[in-house]
């Protein structure tokens, strides 16, 4: 794990665990949102000063930024892995069985920060509104690249969409994130997922 050691303005160094660090500022940015996080409960949840912070992860917006990075790279993420599956429904499955475990996980917040973060940004916090926007654009072009590769190899129908199929499965996960923010248990997102695969085009 890395290490951090950063000097405050008094006393003796201070070290910390990055990786704890992000873990704990991604749980309060989850539960309150960019607007409603102030620096003072990162600081508290994070077990670090002011000084500490700006010097390790920057400001505010800079920690957010790096704090998706980290739970978009988690073991427990489904996205890029589903990538990397040998077939288009098995890409899908991967994605849309995974969201309705780990959006429901309550080992963490329901739903997806990326999602919420974009929803209730306000117009103060309009780069990071911005930014996580740009990661769902890049997401979807991933996932289009892939869809892609399955229709020149046969895997997907040759009249298929690839755009519109990536789009239609965003538009379902970003509809799952919500579902689970608002209550939805794992089995209710799985019932989603189910129908959804059962319009999935295959050869």
């Not at 390790?56 to 704090?67: D, P, V, Y």
């Not at 996932?143 to 590769?149: A, H, P, T």
Request: charged letters at 20%; hydrophobic letters at 40%; glycine letters at 6%.
């Amino acid at each position: 794990m890395s290490v951090v050691s950063c000097t405050p303005h008094v006393g003796r160094p201070r070290a910390f665990d990055m990786t704890t660090a992000l873990e704990k500022a991604l749980e309060v940015f989850w539960r309150n949102g960019y607007d409603g996080t102030s620096l003072s409960d990162l600081t508290e949840a994070m077990g670090i000063n002011k000084p500490s912070l700006y010097a390790a992860f920057g400001n505010k917006e800079q920690l957010f930024l790096k704090a998706i990075e980290f739970y978009e790279n988690r073991s427990c993420s489904f996205f890029l892995p589903a990538l990397e599956k040998p077939t288009a429904y098995q890409v899908a499955e991967h994605m849309l069985y995974g969201a309705a475990m780990n959006m429901t996980d309550k080992e963490h917040p329901q739903g997806c920060v990326v999602v919420q973060g974009a929803l209730s940004c306000s117009e103060a916090a309009a780069p990071v509104k911005e930014a996580l926007m740009n990661r769902r654009v890049e997401g979807e072009q991933k996932l289009c690249e892939r869809l892609k590769r399955a229709i020149a190899e046969g895997d997907l129908p040759a009249g298929a969409n690839a755009e519109v199929l990536a789009r239609y499965l965003g538009t379902v996960l970003q509809g799952m994130a919500i579902q689970a923010n608002n209550g939805a248990t794992s089995e209710q997102l799985r019932q989603v997922a189910q129908m959804t695969l059962q319009a999935f085009p295959r050869n």
